[in-house]
């Protein structure tokens, strides 16, 4: 159930987790393109933290990579994965603490998941989608080999706003030939 990349481990979540994970949801640059708001209370933290502990990786549902640094154990973001109901498709999300980011974690993490989706569960296909403001995590997406297959345009109403969704896609195919 432990993926390792060169400095990183992404486990299951545990209880432990929970803290850390109140804290960088709770940061106002974290949250700006994400579906909850800042502050995100210790026990919503716990609630969601006790789900990603029951969902299963390979199964079809939600379920959430925590992303720790190997070198200190320091959590430092998460990596989701949304499974279709069919086992070959999924969509991924990230989500990093701000002191972390621009360090390559989110690229090594994301890569790495998507390894194990392409290459252990036999998938066809993984999306990702963000706001169109969201230029970092485009670019994250870009730099794996992901297409932009759309701009979907006032699609998401979030925090009192239309946003358009840029949506991305990257085929088994592409993957498995790149690396």
Not at 97 to 119: C, I, M, N
Not at 147 to 163: A, I, M, P
Request: aromatic share 10%; charged share 25%.
């Amino acid at each position: 159930m432990l993926i390792t990349t060169e400095r990183l481990l992404l486990r299951r979540f545990r209880a432990a987790d929970a803290p850390v994970l109140a804290e960088y949801r709770s940061d106002p640059a974290v949250a700006r393109y994400q579906s909850w708001d800042a502050p995100f209370p210790l026990l919503r933290a716990e609630t969601a933290v006790a789900n990603f502990m029951a969902s299963d990786p390979g199964k079809p549902g939600w379920f959430q990579w925590a992303i720790e640094r190997a070198a200190d154990k320091l959590l430092i973001g998460d990596v989701a994965v949304h499974l279709h109901d069919n086992l070959l498709q999924a969509e991924v999300g990230f989500t990093l603490a701000t002191p972390y980011q621009k360090h390559g974690y989110a690229t090594e993490a994301v890569s790495a998941v998507l390894d194990r989706l392409f290459r252990l569960q036999g998938l066809h296909k993984v999306t990702g989608e963000c706001d169109a403001r969201n230029t970092p995590s485009a670019a994250l997406m870009e730099r794996l080999g992901f297409t932009l297959e759309g701009r979907l345009r006032e699609q998401t109403y979030l925090k009192g706003e239309w946003t358009d969704d840029l949506i991305f896609g990257l085929l088994a195919t592409e993957w498995l030939k790149d690396t």
